[in-house]
């Protein structure tokens, strides 16, 4: 046994522990990627990187062991750098989308290739739970968005893009979804204003716990979605169905109730928060003592906080806009801001995580993605755009998604050691970037750009006897991991391809 310090607390350990594994004894956590206990320890990321305090060196913490007396800091401002540069240089050369680019240029974030896959299996009702997790009137935007997503679908240069936005309507037509409210939380928040932006707000406050109570000038819900958009574009029935269902939590709504100066001093002080989605400000509102910006009143980008404490304000409240798809978004997002005061948090707004991106496919690379999908145009829907899709069609044009999200995106430690440490992926790209493959397993993809070449698979593979398994390709940089004799995937795994999967610490290996 030796004596040793981590972070000036002094620990017994047995000779022969790694530094890392002696931490983790007192509770410290130490950030790891090419470390895995199934197999033999090879260094290789240096995200693990540990101070020496008495002489400074950095230390690879998974293969250098204790020693008697040692005193060890494990993080600092210059151990946060050296982690942060080798995150850098590993996204150097890394080739893959976090995110899809539909999902990125969707207002309300929605997740698009997960909602196409479950409509391509025929599974309706999580479809719509998946749609609904961002956008809180899915029919009545399958009706009305102009569907930003389309335009940047990377399908779209080649047979037209996935119809995302009628997708989605049929998703919210047809999806049976029984959203449970949450506990009452014993807050309330007062919405002014029961178009887009109120109702979105409403619906996510709502399910939290939290007692909402609508008041608008109007005898009925829906603000300029139900008197600027014709009938015959917007069925009323749809916009009435959907209103209904966020009533259905508890909503509670006071119409014809115009809102003046003393009643939103009354409001300020009778609930933990207000909401301002009242559509564009009139006169009279410019003097409720928030402060008033170029196109309406002044809100933080990203919290929607106002000068006034406790005073949110959203959609046209801030500028004129007549895309409902960004005022919804703007009310989930200051519905996660008002939740997160409420409970004490730091109010920061949806959080914004780090994404890795490239940009346009390169025409090679249609023929990877189409390993996927699906050949085919887009899908006109036989009765007319206003009837939409029926399930045969929806069930083909989801098909069509090449999926361009990472199957790792809420399992990659590249990605969420990149949040953590704040890594910019360009600071050190400088050569073109490398096209992307994909090799595709009964159960799962190997995407050779998103490698880091730990090699976890290859160790794994070893160990639990696979014939071929996985290998080191190649030598120097161009060193790859790919199955040796240039047999298929399917050859290299035949017993432990999930298992690889889950162990691999970025997209490279993902289940499908
Ligand atoms: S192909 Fe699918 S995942 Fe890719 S951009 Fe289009 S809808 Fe999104
Ligand atoms: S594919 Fe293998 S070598 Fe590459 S990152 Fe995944 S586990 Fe590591
Ligand atoms: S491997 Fe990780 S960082 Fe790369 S695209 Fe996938 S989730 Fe993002």
Same mark, same amino acid.
């Given at each position: 046994m030796l004596k040793l310090k981590i972070n000036n607390t002094e620990i017994e350990v047995e000779s022969g522990m790694s530094i890392l594994d002696a931490a983790s004894e007192l509770g410290i956590e130490i950030p790891t990627m090419c470390h895995n206990r199934e197999v033999e320890n090879h260094t290789s990321c240096m995200i693990c990187l540990v101070k020496n305090t008495k002489n400074g060196r950095l230390l690879p913490s998974c293969s250098i062991p204790v020693e008697e007396g040692m005193e060890i800091?494990?993080?600092?401002?210059?151990?946060?750098?050296?982690?942060?540069?080798?995150?850098?240089? $590993?996204? =150097?050369?890394?080739?893959?989308? %976090?995110? +899809? *680019? !539909?999902?990125?240029? #969707?207002?309300?974030?929605?997740?698009?290739?997960?909602?196409?896959?479950?409509?391509?299996?025929?599974?309706?009702?999580?479809?719509?739970?998946?749609?609904?997790?961002?956008?809180? $009137?899915? =029919?009545?935007?399958?009706?009305? %968005?102009? +569907? *930003? !997503?389309?335009?940047? #679908?990377?399908?779209?240069p080649i047979d037209g893009a996935v119809s995302i936005c009628l997708l989605k309507r049929f998703a919210g037509n047809e999806g049976k979804y029984t959203e449970k409210p949450?506990?009452?939380t014993g807050h309330k928040v007062a919405i002014v204003g029961s178009g887009a932006a109120g109702l979105s707000a409403a619906y996510y406050l709502q399910l939290r716990g939290v007692q909402i109570t609508v008041f608008d000038k109007a005898a009925i819900a829906g603000g300029q979605m139900r008197t600027e958009i014709p009938h015959d574009r917007l069925p009323e029935n749809v916009l009435d169905r959907e209103i209904e269902i966020i009533a259905n939590l508890g909503v509670q709504f006071k119409f014809n109730n115009e809102i003046s100066k003393s009643e939103f001093e009354q409001l300020q002080k009778e609930y933990d928060a207000v909401i301002l989605a009242s559509g564009l400000i009139?006169?009279?509102?410019?003097?409720?003592?928030?402060?008033?910006?170029?196109?309406?009143?002044?809100?933080?980008?990203?919290?929607?906080?106002?000068?006034?404490?406790?005073?949110?304000?959203?959609?046209?409240?801030?500028?004129?806009?007549?895309?409902a798809i960004r005022s919804l978004a703007q009310g989930k997002e200051?519905?996660?801001a008002v939740w997160q005061m409420l409970n004490n948090m730091p109010v920061v707004?949806?959080?914004?995580?780090?994404?890795?991106?490239?940009?346009?496919?390169?025409?090679?690379?249609?023929?990877?993605?189409?390993?996927?999908?699906?050949?085919?145009?887009?899908?006109?829907?036989?009765?007319?755009?206003?009837?939409?899709?029926?399930?045969?069609?929806?069930?083909?044009?989801?098909?069509?998604?090449?999926?361009?999200?990472?199957?790792?995106?809420?399992?990659?430690?590249?990605?969420?050691?990149?949040?953590?440490?704040?890594?910019?992926?360009?600071?050190?790209?400088?050569?073109?970037?490398?096209?992307?493959?994909?090799?595709?397993?009964?159960?799962?993809?190997y995407e050779p750009e998103k490698c880091i070449k730990c090699g976890i698979c290859v160790r794994l593979t070893?160990?639990?006897?696979?014939?071929?398994?996985?290998?080191?390709i190649g030598r120097g940089f161009d060193v790859e991991i790919g199955v040796p004799f240039n047999e298929n995937i399917n050859e290299g795994l035949k017993t432990v391809a999930e298992k690889v999967a889950d162990a691999c610490p970025t997209g490279a290996l993902g289940k499908i």
């Open positions: 800091l494990t993080l600092d401002d210059e151990i946060h750098e050296a982690r942060q540069t080798g995150l850098e240089l $590993l996204l =150097s050369d890394h080739v893959g989308d %976090c995110e +899809a *680019p !539909c999902t990125i240029a #969707c207002p309300a974030h929605m997740d698009i290739p997960t909602m196409n896959r479950l409509l391509a299996a025929g599974k309706f009702d999580e479809a719509v739970q998946v749609v609904k997790q961002n956008i809180a $009137l899915p =029919s009545v935007l399958g009706y009305i %968005c102009p +569907a *930003p !997503c389309e335009g940047i #679908c990377r399908r779209r949450a506990p009452a009139a006169d009279e509102q410019k003097t409720w003592g928030i402060t008033i910006a170029q196109k309406g009143f002044d809100a933080d980008n990203n919290n929607y906080t106002t000068n006034l404490p406790g005073v949110y304000a959203v959609g046209n409240t801030l500028r004129p806009s007549k895309l200051a519905a996660a707004g949806e959080p914004k995580k780090f994404n890795s991106k490239f940009s346009k496919l390169i025409i090679p690379e249609y023929a990877q993605y189409m390993k996927e999908s699906v050949e085919g145009n887009r899908i006109e829907p036989v009765n007319g755009l206003l009837a939409g899709m029926t399930t045969d069609e929806v069930k083909t044009e989801a098909a069509r998604c090449l999926h361009c999200d990472c199957r790792k995106i809420d399992n990659c430690k590249l990605r969420d050691f990149s949040d953590q440490y704040g890594a910019v992926q360009k600071r050190f790209s400088f050569n073109e970037r490398k096209p992307v493959r994909k090799y595709f397993h009964q159960s799962i993809v070893e160990k639990h006897g696979e014939k071929f398994g996985f290998t080191y």
